[in-house]
Each structure stands twice: as C-alpha cells, then as structure tokens.
C-alpha cells in the first residue's frame, strides 16, 4: 500500500503531529457528494471532525447545502463561512440558547430538540433577541439517545413549536448511530427506519404541519442513505479523514484514511515492546467500535503490531507478532481508532499536498464544548 505520510516521518516535523494528505480528503468529498448528486439528497457535514474553518470550506465548495455542528461554539465560529447551520444537539441551558438566539439575528440557525422545555426555552430566548430559531423535531429511531419515542410524540412537539412566534418549524431530526452493519446487511434497518420517519410526516401532513428538512445519516450508513427515501439531508462527519473504526467495519479501505499521528519511538527497553510519544493526549482511550480488542489504533509500517495500553504521554506497542522491530528514534504513523476527538485534541493540523508539501491550518473550534 502507498503510504501517503511517508515524506513526513522523516521531515522536521514535530512528534507527535496530526498530519491531513489533501489529495486523499479530496477522493473522500469527491466521491460523497457525487453519490448524494446522484441519490437526490443534499450533505451537510458535521464539522465535528475537523472542527476547522479550511475543511468546512473545502466541504462548502464541493456542493454542501450547510454544515452541522454540536455546540452553539462550534457554530459562532462556522459562521465565518456558512450562514446555514444545524446545532445537532438539544441545547437549553440558558447561556447556550442565549447565544443561539443572537446567532440566528446573523444567520439561519436550526436546533434538534426533543422535550417541550426545549421549546419554551428556546422560543423565549429567541424572542428576547428579536430573532426566529428554526426547530428540528428529534425522532428516535433506535439509537436511543435522545428524541422523541414515536410519531404521536413527535407531533406534538411539532404544534408547539408551530404555535410559537419566535420559532420556525424545519422538520425532523434522526440519528441512525445504532446501524453498524456491512453495507450490504443495511436494508432492512434502514427501511425501518424510513417507516417511522415516514409515519410522522404522513401525520404532521394531516395536521396541515411543514416538513421541509428530514435530517439524518451518519458516515457508516452514508453510502446507503437511498434507503431512507424520507430524509432530505445526510450528515456524516468521519467521512472526511476516516479512521479505524470506518475501515474495520468494512465503510472504507485503509488508503482512504486521510488524517493520521506520526510518532517517535522514544523507549525500546521493555523486550518485544516500543513505547511512542504517544498517549491518551494523543491518540485518545476509544477502543475499536467492532473489534475492541484489536488496539489504540494501526501502525501503517508495522501492520502486525498493537498498541496495547495508553497512559497519558506513553504509547505502549507490542511488536512480537512483526517480523522487524522498530529502531529507538524511528517514526512511525498510526491511524486512530477515532479521528473525531483526535483532532480536538490538537491546536493545529498539519497539510500535506500531493507533491508532499507541508503547510498548516488551525482546529478554530477545539475544545468549544459549550
């Protein structure tokens, strides 16, 4: 397999460094926006992946109809570059909806929320702002974290928000984050969750209630969101780097991984073992979703080795199943587990560009956890 962080395991890079192969973000937007083309549905990333001003723009460019975020932090700074934006998260302490309702004086701000407090909240708080918050009603469709157990529910919710002046009704919100099966197996759970959706559109229509937005997805249902005929929008993150949890369930192959820690080795005292300067800071706890016991992540240069054990600046790799050993001093490259929070864990990510040029841009939205 070409490797496409080659040139920097031996540049004067800094270790450990998030380091982005451009070419192969490009392949990944490419191919996810010509299959949403083609399937009749728009894309709008979440930026929880990236949580970059350079990456949301690339995913703009490329064709997405907004962006998706989790926090109202997040937003106040997508805003720089997208002024249609979906707060995927039921925000209603009274600081976050504040600034929600001032952000929607700026642009169009739609919020998933699942209880009618939300909705009291939210349209008071819009109303002290003399602006109008779009609402997304969130439907539980298995993943059973938040939403609404079922249509009645859902319809509800939708009349109070209708009713309220200061808010507007979007449309639905959906997580399928319970669908971890092959490609090939998502049929069926797909359809069913197409018959929830479904049911409650046919019964807000019946209600005389908009449902312009129907907002779903997530990067491992992604390429089979036509099974969804309901939904109108997909919002997959990962999609844009991948990570060892989109290739090990099958959702892509290892070269289309585009963000990766290069690393030293730093101890190679302990026999079978190498250390790197790498920890939990780094490469963080998340095990493998599918295969929790396959490590802390894959060593492209040594495919056979796992990272065993994690403490905050250690690494530890158990290189008994290689055929060679890593040097002291040697860099190698791993592909995370879950590039998500990886990224949050660093203050900048270095560009790689196809000719092996190195430049950096800043994660503008790490740690705006509020």
Not at 146 to 161: R, Y
Not at 185 to 195: F, K, N, V, W
Not at 267 to 272: D, K, L, N, Q
């Amino acid at each position: 397999m070409v490797v496409p962080f080659e040139k920097t395991r031996d540049s004067l890079v800094a270790t450990p460094s998030l380091i982005v192969d451009l070419p192969t973000v490009e392949r990944n937007l490419t191919r996810l926006h010509q299959y949403a083309r083609q399937a009749g549905i728009q894309v709008r990333p979440h930026t929880k992946t990236h949580k970059s001003l350079h990456f949301a723009q690339r995913q703009i460019d490329h064709g997405s109809s907004g962006l998706t975020v989790a926090k109202v932090g997040e937003a106040e700074v997508m805003a720089s570059v997208c002024d249609d934006i979906l707060i995927a998260y039921p925000a209603i302490d009274p600081e976050r909806r504040r600034r929600i309702a001032e952000l929607a004086r700026q642009c169009t701000v739609h919020v998933a929320i699942d209880s009618d407090y939300a909705v009291e909240m939210l349209g008071a708080a819009a109303a002290q702002a003399e602006s109008t918050v779009g609402i997304l009603i969130d439907i539980n469709v298995g993943a059973d974290r938040t939403g609404v157990a079922d249509a009645v529910a859902s319809l509800e919710l939708a009349k109070m928000v209708a009713a309220h002046p200061s808010l507007r009704l979007d449309g639905i919100f959906f997580y399928p984050g319970q669908v971890w099966l092959p490609a090939n197996e998502q049929g069926t759970p797909l359809q069913q969750i197409d018959a929830t959706l479904s049911e409650a559109i046919d019964l807000w229509a019946k209600h005389d209630l908009p449902c312009p937005i129907v907002s779903g997805g997530s990067t491992p249902t992604a390429y089979q969101s036509h099974g969804i005929r309901s939904q109108t929008e997909i919002r997959p993150g990962t999609y844009l780097f991948n990570d060892m949890n989109t290739v090990r369930a099958g959702f892509c192959e290892l070269e289309d991984c585009a963000a990766a820690i290069v690393c030293t080795v730093v101890s190679t005292a302990v026999p079978g073992k190498g250390v790197i300067d790498a920890g939990s800071k780094t490469l963080t706890s998340d095990r493998n979703v599918l295969h929790p016991d396959s490590g802390h992540g894959h060593v492209i240069e040594y495919p056979a080795a796992v990272i065993v054990r994690l403490s905050e600046e250690h690494g530890e790799i158990d290189f008994t199943a290689c055929p060679s050993r890593p040097s002291l001093g040697e860099r190698i490259t791993i592909i995370p587990n879950h590039i998500c929070p990886c990224v949050n864990l660093q203050n900048r990510m270095i560009l790689q560009d196809a000719d092996g040029k190195l430049t950096t841009t800043t994660v503008d939205a790490r740690g705006l956890l509020s």
